[in-house]
């Protein structure tokens, strides 16, 4: 199949839903805990991590709020060797907003936020995750990418037998711009 990587812009100024999407600040690290912390099957980090995401990360990471309360997050930092390359970390919408396109927004809007040098986002993703799986399935629809898969920690070589292997997910490259 052949992508077209030519310049992509989406769509992401009208919000009909009152959610407000912003950069995470240093404050909102106890809420992305409590978050994450009812958003299973995530992983919970310390509270220490969010706090680092929600600063010295935040530019590559989204926050989603509704009526002051967080209700959506992605966590996300540039690969250190391959700055083109987001990889997106964790990925927590609360369940009273699901189902109705706010993890497939905040990825369109933080990638706009980024612009164009960013060209690739890295994820991993669990088998057994079909929601995960989808949302990122629909992402490289949207940005007209192709999406590969290969084996990113393995059970057993990496998490000694304590958590399912996590396929690292590779979609690029794209060509996005922000919206003026
Ligand atoms: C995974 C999660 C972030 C999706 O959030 P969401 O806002 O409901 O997702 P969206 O509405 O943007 O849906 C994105 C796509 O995934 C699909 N999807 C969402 N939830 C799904 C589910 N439970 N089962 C199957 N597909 C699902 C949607 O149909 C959509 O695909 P489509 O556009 O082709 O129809 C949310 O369910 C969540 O926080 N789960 C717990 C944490 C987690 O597993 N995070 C994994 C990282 S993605």
């Not at 077209?4 to 812009?9: A, G, P, R, W």
């Not at 996300?76 to 970390?89: A, H, I, N, S």
């Not at 979609?171 to 003026?180: M, R």
Request: aromatic share 8%; charged share 20%; with cysteine.
């Amino acid at each position: 199949m052949d992508y077209d990587t030519s310049i992509l812009t989406i769509d992401t100024n009208t919000d009909q839903s009152n959610i407000l999407f912003r950069e995470p600040k240093d404050t909102d690290g106890s809420a992305v805990f409590e978050l994450i912390n009812r958003c299973k099957p995530l992983d919970v980090n310390s509270m220490y991590c969010n706090l680092l995401q929600c600063s010295h990360f935040a530019q590559t990471s989204i926050a989603a709020e509704r009526s002051g309360e967080i209700i959506g997050f992605i966590s996300g930092y540039r690969l250190p060797q391959q700055p083109d390359t987001l990889f997106v970390w964790q990925v927590a919408v609360d369940a009273s907003a699901r189902g109705m396109g706010l993890a497939s927004r905040m990825l369109t809007t933080l990638l706009q936020r980024l612009g164009g040098d960013i060209r690739h986002l890295h994820t991993s993703i669990t088998a057994s995750n079909e929601a995960s799986w989808n949302t990122f399935r629909r992402l490289a629809e949207t940005l007209n990418a192709p999406l590969n898969s290969s084996m990113m920690f393995d059970r057993e070589r990496h998490f000694g037998g304590a958590h399912d292997s996590e396929s690292l997910v590779h979609i690029g490259p794209f060509n996005i711009t922000s919206q003026e």
